[in-house]
């Protein structure tokens, strides 16, 4: 079985797996990247949203095969404790979260937005998280986060 090489985080990585296992179980299971998580499992909640070459995706129905040789990004590779990224910073001064289950995957969904149009309107920001559940029904405090991070 061939390795699958990909960049993740900044790092050249290669993992052993069978190529049709999902990115969301290498990342959680293979690598202990526990931040995108697991919630409908099949591509309907946006919960296990990484980029991959900057595009907004669900890890969860995404096969190992399909990132060779591209580029993936995690919330861990967003930014860190020391260094939060703009999305971060807003999302903890608008209190922009509750149970924080779908946080990750909406501030991956919300980091491509802000990518490819870094001055969405509130409009293109609820287009782009259309495919992010938020069972709290936070999706206003985070439109005015994504909003004051694009500021
Ligand atoms: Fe991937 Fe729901 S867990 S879309």
Redesign the pocket.
Known sequence: MPNVRFRLNGVETEIDADPDTPL?NVLRGQLGLTGSH???????????TVLLDDHAI????TPLWSVADKTVTTIEGLGSADAPHALQRAFIAEQAMQCGYCLSGIMMSAAALLKRNANPTSAEIKAALDRNLCRCGSHNRMIRAILRAAA
């Not at 697991?38 to 296990?48: L, T, W």
């Not at 669900?58 to 129905?61: I, P, Q």
């Open positions: 969301l697991f919630g409908c499992g099949a591509g309907e909640c946006g919960a296990c669900n890890s969860c129905d």
